[in-house]
């Protein structure tokens, strides 16, 4: 018995030998975190979520510059926002009841609100070629680059470029900007007037077809990127013009030179054609009028001026000086053409026809069947002014299809003698017409 006492003392002072000598060991710890914002956007106003990654602690400070809020206990504080761009300092610290403490501190860089957007100033006037100098207004980029369709150059990283637009028309610009997560671009579209070029055409009128002296003629300016004109008119009435579109007047035969000169304010170029006006013959030939029966009056013209060598129809709106040149109507009864007659236009009324107010009296007379009595082909100046035009009342005023082609002998309020030669009757129902030609005295 003494023995197990023994054994068991022993045993004792043994175990507590082995308690005395055990220590304490504080618990390790490591401080780390992790963030993130929704979409990877940083950009003010930004929401960032931290995630504490650390281990061993029981305690834990946050310290957040420039956030909301700027502090917080809490092992996961949440939401933090920023609403200033910048880098800004995250400081954690951690610890634990044994003492031990880590601490650890990271950047997180806020970006302004990315933004694209310039403008753009055209130095002089918008025609091409054309300098334009363009302001880069955006925020929140770091990086920028340039595109100019057309342009020289066609690309640019400077922040305000200037760029060179040799042609007209439209041409794309795009800016680009971004920052260290994100990208943002705008775009528009310069529009330019187009590169300066000469162009004229000269417009005659149809009373002036045969080119003959005098004439009077339109200028037709179709140039482009112009904004000045200045005209050189060789042997015309009015030799220099800074009309657009002048109207110039030849009383003398020859060939002459027509220069155009234009300008932008950036370039002159000039363009030259030549013309040539014929001697007069004294009179005028026109050839293939078309005048309608008394049926279609409304869609065809019956009245008729050799002067704009023009046909009218009824209730046409006709200016006074157009009905001042009107010289004839045609009356033809019906599509058969059974009863036809040339008459003055100021007696419209006594053929059922509404009058034209303003139009001259005319002498006209239409024999049955001349056409013997004139050669019709080889009348000339002299022969139109032998003509003794002298209505006889008692003669017959009408003509018939048959016994076409017929001479119709007239002269106008202007006292202009004229032979009329009717080529065919053309039946075509309310559609029918009647063909001829004329020669008239200038």
Avoid at 74 to 79: I, L, Q, R, V, Y
Wanted: with cysteine; net charge neutral; proline share 4%.
């Amino acid at each position: 018995m003494f023995r197990a006492l023994l054994y068991t003392a022993t045993l004792f002072f043994i175990l507590a030998a082995l308690v005395g000598c055990v220590k304490e060991v504080a618990l390790p710890v490591t401080a780390d975190f992790d963030y993130q914002s929704p979409n990877n956007s940083f950009t003010i106003p930004a929401t960032v979520t931290f995630n504490n990654t650390s281990t061993g602690g029981e305690t834990f400070l946050w310290t957040f510059q420039g956030g909301e809020p700027s502090t917080s206990t809490k092992k996961t504080p949440g939401e933090v926002i920023y609403k200033t761009a910048g880098t800004f300092n995250v400081r954690l610290e951690v610890s634990n009841f044994d003492g031990s403490q880590r601490v650890i501190e990271k950047k997180v860089t806020i970006d302004a609100n990315l933004k694209a957007d310039f403008g753009y100033a055209v130095e002089g006037n918008t025609y091409a070629p054309a300098t334009v100098k363009f302001s880069n207004t955006s925020a929140g980029f770091e990086k920028i680059e340039w595109t100019f369709e057309g342009g020289t150059p066609a690309t640019s990283i400077q922040k305000d470029p200037v760029v060179t637009f040799e042609t007209g028309g439209t041409h794309k610009v795009r800016l680009t900007v971004s920052n260290s997560r994100l990208t943002a671009f705008r775009d528009t579209v310069i529009v330019l007037e187009p590169e300066l070029t000469p162009t004229f055409t000269i417009d005659i009128p149809k009373q002036y077809e045969e080119l003959e002296a005098p004439v009077t003629l339109q200028l037709k300016n179709t140039s482009v990127g112009n904004t000045t004109n200045r005209w050189e008119i060789e042997g015309a009435e009015v030799s220099q013009s800074q009309e657009k579109e002048p109207s110039v007047r030849f009383s003398k035969a020859g060939t002459y030179s027509i220069s155009l000169e234009v300008s932008n304010g950036k370039k002159t170029k000039k363009i030259s054609q030549s013309i040539t006006i014929k001697p007069s013959k004294g009179y005028a030939y026109i050839k293939d009028v078309e005048l309608g029966i008394y049926d279609s009056r409304g869609e065809r013209g019956i009245f008729y001026s050799t002067t704009l060598r023009k046909a009218f129809k009824e209730s046409e709106d006709v200016t006074l000086a157009e009905a001042a040149t009107i010289d004839l109507l045609f009356f033809g009864l019906n599509g058969s053409f059974s009863f036809n007659r040339f008459l003055s236009p100021h007696a419209a009324a006594s053929a059922g026809v509404n009058p034209i107010t303003g139009v001259g009296k005319t002498t006209v007379i239409n024999p049955l069947n001349v056409e013997n009595v004139l050669d019709f082909e080889n009348l000339g100046e002299a022969q139109l002014k032998a003509l003794q035009i002298i209505r006889d009342e008692n003669e017959p005023d009408e003509f018939f299809d048959e016994k076409s082609p017929k001479i119709v002998l007239f002269e106008n309020a202007q006292k202009k003698k004229g032979v009329l030669l009717i080529k065919e009757f053309i039946k075509d129902g309310a559609n029918s017409r009647i063909r001829f030609d004329i020669k008239i005295l200038k």
